[in-house]
């Protein structure tokens, strides 16, 4: 097999990799480009698996780009969200089905450090032995060992339940859609959990919340408000974003926001919106006529 075909059979896990560990799918894409370029020029003669060998790749250069990353964080503008991705089969082909690419997950995955997160990524997601896992991030076998508990401790200590998109959020996510869209303030409380939390990304780029706004009043409020300064020629599509209950919105055709909902027996517990157009900027513009909710 060539280099390119290789890389072409495992794409979808390396784009995945390189996605959890960076929370982009820019830098992700950027990712895979390097890690192409280094297995490119590998004597493949000496690789036993070809499989394990990209994958440590990406994420080397994917660790790479998340130290990077995290210092340009730091001057981030208001709430920083990962870069929402499609996960529904028809509409992305790079991304694995998993709970591990929810937007609740990756949430988690930001408060690790980022030897543990490709640490965590590598082994509970994606199942490489411990050997590959050291070998990959520059430490001793027993220290990955370790480094592997904490952070499947601290992972479980702090994931948030939600119910991935399917059959059971589509009752909620059709009422929350006219109530949000009507301005119904008593039928956004009955679905909204009392301790919603509403948080929005705009990266200082387009108006939105700077800070998190908290509980179901709050939050009904806010949509109540925004019903009164609606976006011009506004269309609504439902679609899984990141294997959870979404929406995109889009404003003359283009896409403007896409809001995820975290839902947990019933009720909404998060609602994510990330407006940041960098962060948009893979999402297509509106299919056409007649395909809009």
Known sequence: MTAEDVFSEHRRLLFSI?????????????????????????DRATVDN????????????????????????????????PEPVLTSPDASSEVELAESVSLAMLLVLETLSPVERAVF????VFGFDHARIAETVDRREDAVRQ????????????????????????????????AATSGD????????????????DGGGKVSAARVPVTGATRVARLFAGLVR????????????????????VYSGGKIDLV?????DDGLIT????????????????????????
């Open 185 to 200: 303030l008593d039928a956004l409380l009955r679905l909204l959990a009392p301790d919603v939390v509403y948080i929005a």
């Open 18 to 42: 390189a996605y959890e560990i960076t929370g982009s799918v820019a830098d992700a894409e950027d990712v895979l480009q390097d890690s192409f370029v280094r297995w490119a020029g590998t």
């Open 147 to 178: 480094i592997a508990h904490r952070a499947r401790e601290h992972v479980r200590a702090r994931r948030r339940r939600f119910t991935p998109a399917g059959d059971e959020t589509d009752r909620v996510v059709a009422e929350f859609m006219v």
């Open 229 to 248: 300064r609606p976006l011009p020629d506004m269309s609504v599509e439902t679609a899984p974003v990141g294997n959870m209950p979404g929406l995109l």
């Open 50 to 81: 070809p499989r394990a060998y990209v994958a440590q790749i990406v994420t080397r250069q994917a660790l790479n780009s998340l130290r990077s990353a995290r210092r340009r964080r730091e001057e981030y503008v208001g709430p920083w969200l």
């Open 270 to 293: 998060g609602v994510y919106v990330v407006r940041n157009p960098d962060k948009l900027a893979h999402f297509g513009a509106h299919p056409g006529p007649g395909e809009a909710i």
């Open 121 to 124: 990524v590598m082994r509970e």
């Open 259 to 263: 809001l995820q909902l975290e839902i």
